[in-house]
Nanobody
Framework: QVQLVESGGGLVQAGGSLRLSCAASTITFSIYTMGWYRQAPGKQRELVATITRGGSTNYADSVKGRSTISRDGAKNTIYLQLNSLKPEDTASYYC?????????WGKGTLVTVSS
């Protein structure tokens, strides 16, 4: 069982930045593909970014160029740096850990971007 705890959400003005963190409670953190997803009110959960055990990254087109996902193995933590935030980025952001199809989710952190 892997527990994921997100933090760093909040209220920010359009054009601002936030850094989200996700701490994982597993000593095998390094073997998981980790990711960030988001869900806006009334919408389906969608991929934001992923990072593999080898450090390869993948981003949704909607955040490409203004977000960075990273991982710190020493801290069992991943981060999502969000820049140039837009009101449409408003959503609950969820951390995800995936090991060969076995998936764990955090409870989410809310990001609200005001115009």
């Amino acid at each position: 069982q892997v527990q994921l705890v997100e933090s760093g959400g909040g209220l920010v003005q359009a054009g601002g930045s936030l850094r989200l963190s996700c701490a994982a409670s597993t000593i095998t953190f390094s073997i998981y593909t980790m990711g960030w997803y988001r869900q806006a009110p009334g919408k389906q959960r969608e991929l934001v970014a992923t990072i593999t055990r080898g450090g390869s990254t993948n981003y949704a087109d909607s955040v490409k160029g203004r977000s960075t996902i990273s991982r710190d193995g020493a801290k069992n933590t991943i981060y999502l740096q969000l820049n140039s935030l837009k009101p449409e980025d408003t959503a609950s952001y969820y951390c995800n850990a995936d090991l060969l199809g076995v998936v764990y989710w955090g409870k989410g952190t809310l990001v609200t971007v005001s115009s």
